[in-house]
């Protein structure tokens, strides 16, 4: 007897040790980014947004016993490596939630494969405005749509600059770039600006010569460009050695300082709307900001709104009483209100894309600055 009680409180010691009180859960989050191609700039930056806000949820301990996990992966800019990607999330990794992919172009592929199997996507880049959320309840939107920046961008440029006639540049092989272009035509037709020409190009060009040279000699007051950041930064460069001086407006893809470093000078006096206020005073930029600077990170609108994402999920876990499943995040996506993020107070709308206040900004010297 008195053996056995022995052992008994051996037993009983041996499990308090091995099986303690709050079990961590670990929550996984797929990121499917734009490690390589043309939209690699972009990409690199998202990832960097993600690993931090991670990191900072993980040591604050605020989901509790939940530990987050990201998994990145590659899309390749493409809608094949997306596909895959999505697929190894899906069924072998067997994610809670997805971040991604990089690119509009990508998600009309990949997103379809979430809403089939039931896994919780934020996109956290995607602008094109139709057909993103419209896939189904499961697909959520953090980025703004160019048509809830554009308009309003151009109007305050409008405002300040004074312009009348506008020349058009867009990418027509791209769901992201043509949708763009979409919303910089009728923006321009609703503030009565006169387009001069409109002149398109694709992906794997590289000479835009031709285009700008027929679209200045029509004497516009401002260059309105749909592009990706390759074809941005070329674009930007090649009208300056023609000789423009004048403002140049780009859409959501010129919004990364690859612009700036590719055109170096010739991309001052470039304009472009933006999810992001970087001069925000607000609580909660004011601490992204510290923190990445101590992690030597110079952060733009992707590295931010790719952060916000990470955090629009851990509010989800949070708001499902900690719970990490599939479907706890995406009711948990729906009691996501107002939430303090480096982007302003977050709230998705009825259809699942974000809301919270854009920005404008301008190249000037060497940096993007914030339009007052
Ligand atoms: C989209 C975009 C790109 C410019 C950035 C990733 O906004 O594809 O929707």
Do not use: C
Not at 4 to 32: D, E, H, W, Y
Not at 71 to 84: M, P
Not at 105 to 133: D, E, F, H, M, R
Not at 231 to 239: E, K, M
């Amino acid at each position: 007897m008195r053996f056995a009680g022995r052992m008994s409180l051996a037993v009983i010691v041996a499990l308090a040790f091995a099986a303690p009180a709050s079990a961590k859960q670990t929550v996984k989050i797929g990121a499917a980014l734009s490690m390589t191609g043309p939209a690699a700039a972009y990409g690199a930056n998202q990832k960097v947004g993600i690993q931090a806000a991670v990191e900072e949820i993980n040591k604050s301990g605020a989901l509790k016993d939940v530990v987050l996990e990201a998994v990145i992966e590659d899309d390749a800019s493409t809608k094949e490596q997306g596909i895959a990607v999505f697929q190894r999330f899906i069924n072998k990794d067997r994610v809670a939630a997805i971040i991604g992919p990089t690119l509009s172009n990508t998600a009309y592929a990949t997103n379809p494969l979430a809403q089939q199997a039931k896994v919780p996507v934020v996109a956290v880049s995607n602008t094109a405005p139709k057909g993103i959320t419209d896939i189904g309840d499961y697909i959520w939107r953090v980025s703004l749509t160019e048509g809830q920046v554009i308009p309003g961008a151009l109007k305050t440029l409008q405002g300040k600059l004074g312009f009348k006639k506008a020349g058009v540049l867009y990418g027509n092989d791209d769901a992201f770039t043509q949708a763009g272009y979409t919303v910089m035509k009728s923006a321009l037709a609703d503030l009565k600006i006169e387009v001069v020409a409109e002149q398109t190009f694709a992906k794997p060009d590289r000479d835009y010569n031709a285009q700008l040279t027929s679209l200045l000699a029509l004497k516009p007051d401002i260059l309105v460009v749909s592009a990706l950041i390759e074809n941005a930064s070329g674009i930007v460069a090649q009208a300056r050695q023609l000789g423009w001086t004048g403002p140049i407006f780009g859409g959501n893809g010129f919004n990364n300082p690859v612009l700036i470093k590719n055109a170096g000078p010739a991309a001052e006096g470039v304009y472009v709307g933006t999810a992001w206020n970087r001069s925000s005073t607000d609580e909660a930029n004011t601490k992204f900001l510290a923190s990445m600077k101590a992690r030597g990170v110079d952060p733009d609108q992707f590295a931010t709104q790719a952060y916000v994402g990470v955090l629009v999920v851990a509010e989800a876990i949070k708001q499902a009483g900690n719970k990490g499943g599939r479907d706890d995040i995406k009711a948990g996506f729906a009691k996501v209100m107002s939430l303090s993020t480096p982007l302003g107070k977050f709230s998705f709308l009825p259809n699942r894309d974000g809301d919270h206040t854009p920005a404008v900004q301008v190249v000037k010297d060497g940096k993007f600055q914030i339009l007052q």
